[in-house]
């Protein structure tokens, strides 16, 4: 293709809507964990595109179920059904609690149809006061209207007019915040079964089972958020399985298509009798050129060989990290679980976390940041650990100039 204009970083401003704030390097080519810009400088990725690329990048399974798709049917809307959309459909129901699957293109719009869902079983069951949706601060479920009021972040959800009613919000790891606020009024307690965004706060057990019995007190559904923890991330398939805790709905979409775009809403048969004909949809949801590759990425990724290489790989990228900390005293505390890393910065460095980030691209290596305190370190969860050894080195690189 031949353009009469230069394609880079300045084209952005000129062009495209100012909501972010796009990293100067503009990648062209990814194979596995590595990656190249557009002046073929190679970059290792410990970002995965924001814990999506699960199989790192052009994984030979998902390349190749897309072209096979990609030559027989690309859309149809849900006027029909498609073989990829049963497919990934049965495969989920069997290999978790739920019974029956939504598809959705997104995280947001998956957890969007969660909400729905809960307020409109509510609704049929229980009338019309059952409507309050319990959250926890610092939680993140998307930028629709419902999800991000319901997400715990007033910089995300201020300054648009009026927000959807009745959401209240708990603190994470506390039981006695969401007791205060539970009662038979409550429709649905929404979280994430590891806080992402929010800085890779892990739940205590206490309290991801004290808010499934409060669920169960009050007849209120329990929404886990899994669009981040999901698709094997923490080293199970779902985390709700690492919690010993069963959610009535669960979300999954980042992972789930390994890079195209996919989100998924899973229930029992019980509660998806609720949305009936006509009460949601979607046009894209369940087009078959993203099944096919979630299918794909699915197989791969639900097999001991990668899920058990997701524990020892945390081991690699924890002990490493501990050891630059030896060095350069930087981090608080190293915490996550499986592949989905959390880096705290001292409190020397407050604020500084894009810092790190900046530095590391300098280096040659891609991380991400959960707020302004912690470097997050989301890989695919396939990646040789030789480059998570040379990762390592360049970001360390990164934290001595910082550190100096
Ligand atoms: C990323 C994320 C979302 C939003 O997903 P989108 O695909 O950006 O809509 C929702 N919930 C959690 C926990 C996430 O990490």
């Known amino acids: 293709m031949s353009n009469k ?37 190679e970059l290792i990725d410990f970002a995965g595109g924001i814990a999506v690329n699960c199989l790192g990048h052009c994984h030979p399974a998902l390349v190749s179920a897309l072209k096979e798709q990609g030559d027989k049917i690309w859309h149809l809307s849900n006027v029909m059904t498609n073989e990829p959309a049963l497919r990934l459909a049965k495969k989920l ?74 959401v209240v919000h708990a603190e994470y790891n506390n039981l006695e915040s969401v007791k205060a606020l539970i009662s038979d009024k409550t429709c649905a307690v929404m979280m994430e079964p590891l806080q992402g965004e929010g800085g890779i706060v892990a739940p205590t057990d206490e309290f991801a089972k004290g808010v499934r019995e409060l669920c169960d007190q009050h007849n209120a559904l329990l929404v886990f958020d899994e669009v981040q923890t999901g698709v094997g991330r923490l080293g199970t398939l779902y985390a709700y399985e690492g919690l010993g805790v069963t959610p009535d709905i669960l ?32 046009t894209y949801g369940g087009n078959p050129l993203a099944c096919a590759v979630g299918e794909a990425a699915f197989d791969t990724v639900n097999t001991p060989e990668v899920l058990n290489g997701v524990v020892e790989k945390a081991k690699v990228y924890v002990d490493g990290l501990n050891a630059i900390n030896a060095k350069y005293n930087v981090f608080k505390e190293i915490r996550g679980k499986g592949l989905l890393i959390g880096a705290v910065l001292k409190d020397e460095y407050q604020g500084r976390a894009k810092d790190f980030l900046v530095a590391a691209m300098a280096e040659g290596v891609m991380t991400l940041v959960a707020g302004a305190n912690i470097v997050r370190f989301a890989p695919s969860l396939v990646i040789p650990n030789e480059d ?12 001595a100039k910082i550190a100096q």
Request: no cysteine.
């Open 5 to 41: 204009f230069p394609v880079n970083r300045a084209l952005f401003d000129d062009v495209m809507v100012p909501n972010y704030a796009p990293s100067a390097v503009i990648p062209v080519r990814g194979q596995g964990s590595r990656v190249w810009d557009q002046d073929n400088n």
């Open 93 to 166: 129901v069997d290999n978790t609690f739920a019974e029956k699957v939504y598809f959705a293109n997104s995280g947001a719009e998956s957890n969007e149809a969660a909400l729905k869902l809960a307020r409109r079983w509510a609704l049929d069951v229980h009338g019309e006061d059952k409507t309050q949706i319990i959250a926890f601060k610092q939680g993140f479920h998307g930028r629709t209207f419902f999800t991000v009021t319901v997400g715990g972040q007033a910089a995300y959800s201020d300054g648009f007019g009026p927000k959807p009613g009745d």
């Open 251 to 282: 979300t999954t979409a980042k992972a789930l298509g390994g890079g195209f775009p996919i989100g998924a809403m899973l229930t029992t048969t019980e509660l998806a009798k609720h949305l009936k004909i006509g009460t949601h949809g979607s």
């Open 388 to 399: 998570i050894v040379e990762g390592l080195a360049r970001f360390e690189k990164a934290v």
